[in-house]
């Protein structure tokens, strides 16, 4: 690529971006598919309609910038929605291209119902396609500004969002990755190549150039205890009535506890 692609945005509409986003396309559709609820929340990526295969009545898509179109802007680490109220929420790079994404993924955890999901979608940095992005940061140094990926955001690794994902209570319950092919601009080169999606995912899985994970809000239930300072209570002896075989009564204490 012979000039730098500032943002995701522009770079969608590359070869390279369009072959992602159609990756992204199906592992969403997918995902999304069968989670029932009411309430369903898209950050950022207005390219890519992640909801499209959902079927709740109310689905939004929210944007941090006020030149994407969509149904209103927020802030992604402060959303306009109370706790336990959206059953989905979906964030197509939002993690990567937010300023505190250890935040917005927070808010993302407040605002899911108990058991509501979340999906993910990034780039690895352990990719063919991560390690021409750390290429040609090294080769910038020295004058040559050939950045294959946008430069804008930060990638976040599968371990690292699997531990923030865990520190948060969002348990992994899939995760995919895709794109193996080479970090190539031409459309010619990335087909002639396209054999490599098949034989990525059998001999190299985790080298995938983007990653979609799917996590579970879980809430585990707590059981009430007496604490151990408080004092056993003492229930004082009273006389009842038991009836014996022969269909008399006669009085019996109940010895104290």
């Known amino acids: 690529m012979g000039e730098q692609i500032i943002g995701l945005h522009e770079w969608l509409a590359t070869p390279p971006g369009a072959y992602m986003l159609e990756w992204e396309r199906q592992q969403m559709a997918s995902a999304v598919a069968d989670v029932f609820g009411f309430h369903a929340l898209q950050l950022g990526l207005p ?22 179109k969509a149904a209103f802007m927020t802030n992604f680490s402060a959303l306009p929605f109370p706790a336990n109220s959206l059953d ?43 390690f021409r992005q750390q290429r040609a940061h090294l080769y910038r140094r020295f004058g040559c500004n050939r950045m294959f990926l946008p430069e804008a955001g930060e990638f976040i690794g599968y371990l ?41 995912a059998r001999w190299w899985p985790i080298l995938g150039a983007v990653y979609c994970l799917v996590a579970v809000k879980r809430v585990h239930s707590m059981t009430l205890l007496n604490p151990a300072w408080k004092p056993a209570i003492r229930l004082a002896s009273a006389p009842v009535s038991v009836a014996n075989s022969a269909g008399s009564t006669r009085a019996r204490g109940i010895k104290s506890l």
Request: charged share 20%; net charge neutral.
């Open 47 to 68: 390219e890519l309609d992640a909801l499209a295969a959902n079927r709740m009545p109310h689905r939004w898509l929210a944007t941090e910038s006020p030149h994407e």
């Open 160 to 200: 690292r969002m699997r531990d923030w994902l865990r520190l948060l209570g969002l348990d992994i319950e899939s995760g995919h990755f895709g794109c193996y092919r080479p970090a190539m601009a031409s459309p010619k080169w990335l087909a002639r190549f396209a054999w490599m999606d098949q034989a990525g």
């Open 88 to 130: 989905l929420v979906v964030l197509p790079h939002a993690l990567e291209l937010t300023a505190d994404p250890h935040a917005a993924l927070r808010e993302v955890a407040r605002v899911l119902v108990p058991e509501g999901r979340v999906v993910i979608c990034g780039l690895n940095p352990m990719s063919l396609w991560g």
